[in-house]
Nanobody, 123 residues
Framework: QVQLLESGGGLAQAGGSLRLSCAASDPSFSTDAMGWFRQAPGKERELVGVISWSGGAYSLSDPVRDRFAISRDNAKKMVHLEMNSLKPEDTAVYYC????????????????WGQGTQVTVSS
């Protein structure tokens, strides 16, 4: 059974930083794209960023492109989301997800999900 465990969420002030991490259990991690998604109260889940199986390609959504960074360590089966210049509108539950393809920005490709970690940004 594939398990994804997020960590690093919490409370931050506007302008601050947090680093989210996701530990994966699946041996196929190194061949699969990984993504970070978020869901704010009363809103749809949205894509934050995705990274290809090798880490050689990535995509970040417009609201976070200039502030967040996504990376992965295949040897440790970890994926990270570095969040800088946080804004109150970044408040959400952040989810790590694993695809079954090497690259995808289509949320339907992400078939395994973590439980999520809460990020709260105060103004």
């Amino acid at each position: 059974q594939v398990q994804l465990l997020e960590s690093g969420g919490g409370l931050a002030q506007a302008g601050g930083s947090l680093r989210l991490s996701c530990a994966a259990s699946d041996p196929s991690f190194s061949t699969d794209a990984m993504g970070w998604f978020r869901q704010a109260p009363g809103k749809e889940r949205e894509l934050v960023g995705v990274i290809s199986w090798s880490g050689g390609a990535y995509s970040l959504s417009d609201p976070v492109r200039d502030r967040f960074a996504i990376s992965r360590d295949n040897a440790k089966k970890m994926v990270h989301l570095e969040m800088n210049s946080l804004k109150p509108e970044d408040t959400a539950v952040y989810y790590c997800a694993q695809a079954r393809v090497g690259w995808s920005t289509d949320v339907s490709s992400y078939v395994h999900w973590g439980q999520g970690t809460q990020v709260t940004v105060s103004s």
